[in-house]
């Protein structure tokens, strides 16, 4: 518990995006304004809603003093994340999607670490949430295990597994100063490679396992970008973030771990939670799919898919085997053997 006046605790600011969540606002809203954490500035940047969040919004700014709100004509979350870093007042800044739902306490446990710690940032551990319940997110239970201060991601690499913003706490001067921000070409994926580049560029971080985020899974029929697996449109914007990321590793020095832990995690998670969804799919998107599949493991290489367990090695050298032999590729139909040599 922080035992200090208000106004000698450093400011926070948390910098809400937020876009057609007539359905969550009031939760994501409600949950900051409860935080116990009391110097804290919630700042709302509507993205030129259609729906009724920007009136929500405006009326929980009449509510509460401490909510600002900003709006603009559509221009993707990248860019209205940027504005928010730019114009937030406080010393630490956080990220929160217009969907989700913060912890009571979350924001008042990641300062307490970073005044203990003095690190650029902290994370923390994340739990789903949906209309009936919350449960571990799979990839914190393997990025974030247990309270580690001022250490990074080269001692840590697992710490690849956890590339969202969200549940993290930044020195927004550390932001500035290294010019960390996000990709504004891109409307899906953009935390990927700015949380790449704030882990390999931080002195020092700090891990916490306090739960400091619910992630919504939308099951009311209006789905995510981040849940639909079946637009390839989102699924290149995925990898060509993901490239990004390993390219900002490949980048800096000392990183052999990092980047091997990476590479692991890419088709491990990033690209098996697509191999997943086939059911139903058309012989097209297969076809599609297979060419982006292939083309990434020539890229990256093959040598992660031989160090997964052996059930994965199967899946991948199946899928892409007989796709090839489905098209008659038999040079691609060699190589994709040659795999599990």
Do not use: C
Not at 1 to 21: C, F, G, H, S, W
Not at 138 to 156: L, P
Not at 243 to 263: C, G, Q, W
């Amino acid at each position: 518990m922080l035992e200090v006046q208000k106004d000698k605790l450093p400011k926070v600011t948390a910098i809400v995006a937020a876009y057609n969540v007539e359905y969550y606002i009031e939760e994501t809203l409600d949950s900051l304004v409860n935080q116990t954490y009391p110097n804290l500035e919630i700042l709302v940047i509507d993205d030129g809603s259609s729906d009724d969040t920007l009136n929500l919004v405006n009326y929980y700014a009449s509510k509460y003093s401490q909510i600002k709100v900003m709006t603009q004509q559509n221009s993707g979350i990248a860019r209205t994340r940027n504005k928010g870093i730019m114009v937030a007042n406080g010393k630490y800044i956080t990220f929160v999607d217009g969907d989700d739902v913060v912890p009571k306490n979350a924001y008042e446990k990641m300062v307490e670490s970073l005044l203990i710690s003095d690190s650029d940032m902290v994370s923390g551990f994340v739990k789903h949430i949906n209309s009936t319940h919350t449960y571990p997110a799979g990839m914190f239970k393997v990025a974030i295990k247990d309270t580690v201060r001022q250490t990074n991601i080269r001692q840590h690499p697992e710490l690849v597994y956890e590339t969202t913003v969200w549940n993290k706490m930044y020195r927004r001067d550390f932001l500035i100063d290294h010019n960390i921000f996000f990709p504004e070409d891109r409307a899906f994926a953009e935390d990927i490679p700015f949380t790449m580049m704030a882990h390999m560029t931080a002195r020092t971080v700090d891990i916490i396992s306090n739960t400091v985020y619910f992630w919504r899974i939308r099951d009311r029929g209006d789905v995510s970008a981040t849940q639909d697996r079946a637009n390839l449109d989102f699924f290149d914007q995925r990898i060509e973030m993901l490239l990004l990321a390993r390219n900002i590793i490949l980048s800096k020095s000392e990183t052999d771990n990092v980047l091997k832990s990476f590479d692991f995690k890419l088709f491990d998670h990033d690209l098996n939670i697509y191999l997943q969804m086939f059911e139903n799919r058309s012989e097209s998107f297969l076809l599609k799919f297979h060419q982006r599949i292939v083309r990434l493991v020539r890229q990256v290489g093959e040598a992660s898919i031989k160090t997964m367990p052996l059930n994965k090695q199967i899946y991948y050298f199946a899928f892409l085997t007989l796709i090839s032999q489905h098209i008659g590729d038999t040079s691609i139909e060699d190589w994709t053997k040659h795999l599990l040599n």
